[in-house]
């Protein structure tokens, strides 16, 4: 007989466009429904804060911009499944229905991580085939690289479990356990492997030295991303049980038996290899309560795990998490027409370049002004997807506009691209509008390094930066100052001729003070 789920008590819930007010003395996750259909799903006291009279959450900032007109809003209790509130509620002063969607009309909602996104509950079966074609695809071709890989984090716990997609989802997982036992022999092959699929003609692109993605087109156009997880198990040492560190999230004892030989699983009807002993990779993943369903789930890592994690494989993406979730409610939103003043500059000192490489391109607002301008551009950005709605526009209206990744603290990355544009003949010229306080030393000297590369053939560098002592970025700054003189002193050091420079109050918004901003333009003497 299977016991009664126990029910939490929600009372004097008041709801505005801030957050939810609300009485409970049980924690439990709770899903947010809008005329139905799940938006959010959070945990009644880890994700609240005490208020008067009880606790408030807030909204989450992804889903504020959709808070207009009304909806029938109810909180469900996501395990029992029973509704612990039911109420007609109206936000802003907008007219109409809530309707949480992207530009296309498809339905969006907030995955575990609060990303939103196309959840697997609003697809279709028909819609999910080239997923699931994709899933097989992937596996196959890994298995002829000599990998055997299966279905891991939350698509493997989906099969598992309900034999399916996990419906508050909103990607899937691939996971493999590399027969190497040093990290750097793993990273190499997990590079290997991306440059098979690559060659098979998937679109690909690098999380870290041992993951990466596969992007996927489904049925009605939406784009949903593959993810390619490596891992290996460490030997025992002194007498300690064999440890698995599999990206990005495990490291715990586990023995290579209850990996390989593989078994198999189903997934939505079709068969999938799996490992020999799926629950034990679970539980390594989620903990023993695996098998309870947590729309809201949040991995609580070990810090020894994320620093061994980071050191060997994930040192390369410092800040990538940050920049990603600043632009995962714009990668599709328009950004501003207007130009930097940078760009301004630029146009007026040099006219319209042939060429213009735009540097930390971020959501590409000028580079697809300059591109309308009939400037050739190449835009570099760490998070490429930023500049998602502005790639399209710019397919659109036949642009000569290229979007390109590039990471500054990867010598394998900044090099290659260095060396692509050394080899494209041409002088061309460099923008690079707010990057230097969004990295550190390490990526300035790889900056300065990569512009002399690009300007083989002249040209010039043109930087705006925010002017300042140097301070400790916080875990959710984007931007540090930099101090004018270092950044002179380096480029001076690397070769480079100061030709203009001047001080400026760069407006932040309106009625608030200027931020202290230098612009320089450099050059290599050829």
């Not at 789930?297 to 390369?316: A, E, I, K, M, N």
């Not at 709605?389 to 659109?396: E, H, I, R, S």
């Not at 420079?501 to 003070?513: I, Q, V, Y």
Request: net charge negative; with cysteine; proline share 7%.
């Amino acid at each position: 007989m299977t016991a009664a789920v126990p029910l939490p008590r929600v009372e004097a819930v008041s709801i505005d466009d801030r957050g939810l007010s609300f009485r409970a003395t049980q924690d439990d996750v709770v899903d947010v429904c809008f005329d139905g259909r799940r938006i959010w799903s959070f945990w009644l006291l880890r994700d609240s804060e005490p208020a008067a009279g009880g606790r408030f959450a807030a909204w989450p900032s992804q889903l504020t911009r959709f808070l207009q007109g009304t909806t029938q809003l109810s909180l469900v209790a996501h395990v029992a499944d029973v509704t612990l509130y039911d109420a007609e509620v109206g936000f802003g002063a907008g007219d109409g229905r809530v309707a949480v969607v992207d530009e296309d009309g498809r339905p969006l909602g907030l995955d575990k991580s609060n990303r939103i996104s196309q959840t697997f509950d609003t697809r279709t079966p028909e819609q999910v085939v080239p997923l699931l074609d994709s899933i097989e695809a992937v596996l196959a071709a890994l298995k002829t690289a000599g990998i055997e890989a299966f279905p891991a984090y939350g698509t493997l716990l989906g099969a598992v479990r309900d034999g399916g997609l996990i419906g508050h989802d909103s990607d899937a997982d691939l996971g493999y356990v590399s027969k190497h036992s040093h990290p750097v022999d793993a990273i190499r092959e997990s590079f290997e492997l991306q440059r098979r699929l690559t060659e098979l003609g998937f679109a690909t692109d690098r999380y870290s030295g041992m993951a990466f993605k596969v992007d996927i087109i489904e049925a009605d156009g939406a784009s949903r991303g593959l993810d390619v997880f490596g891992g290996y198990i460490a030997p025992g040492v002194g007498g300690a049980p064999p440890m698995l560190y599999l990206m990005g999230e495990i490291g715990a004892p586990f023995e290579p038996s209850w990996i390989y030989p593989l078994g198999t699983t189903t997934l939505e009807g079709r068969t999938l290899p799996a490992p020999a002993r799926p629950e034990k990779l679970l539980e390594a993943t989620y903990g023993p309560g695996w098998r309870v369903p947590d729309p809201a789930y949040q991995f609580t890592t070990p810090r020894s795990t994320v620093r061994r994690l980071d050191g060997w494989f994930r040192g390369q993406r410092a800040q990538r998490n940050v920049w990603e979730r600043r632009y995962g409610t714009l990668r599709t939103v328009m950004p501003p027409e207007e130009p930097s003043a940078l760009a301004r500059f630029v146009l007026e000192s040099e006219g319209v370049p042939p060429q213009l490489v735009d540097l930390g391109a971020g959501r590409g607002a000028d580079s697809l002004w300059f591109a309308r301008q009939g400037a050739g551009v190449i835009a570099l950005d760490f998070v490429t997807a930023a500049s998602g709605a502005v790639q399209q526009l710019a397919a659109a209206e036949g642009l000569d506009l290229t979007v390109r990744w590039i990471n500054l603290v990867s010598l394998r990355s900044w090099l290659a691209e260095g060396a692509r544009l050394a080899w494209t003949p041409g002088p061309r010229v460099l923008m690079a509008n707010q990057l230097i306080g969004a990295t550190n030393e390490i990526g300035r000297a790889a900056a300065w390094q990569f512009a002399r590369m690009a300007l083989r053939d002249g040209g010039r560098l043109y930087l705006e930066f925010w002017r300042g002592e140097p301070r400790e970025r916080t875990v959710t700054e984007l931007l540090s100052p930099v101090p004018d003189e270092t950044v002179v002193a380096e480029l001076v050091a690397r070769g480079a001729v100061i030709v203009h420079r001047e001080n400026l109050d760069e407006g932040t918004a309106p009625g608030k003070p200027g931020r202290p901003t230098t612009r320089l333009v450099a050059e290599w003497p050829r």
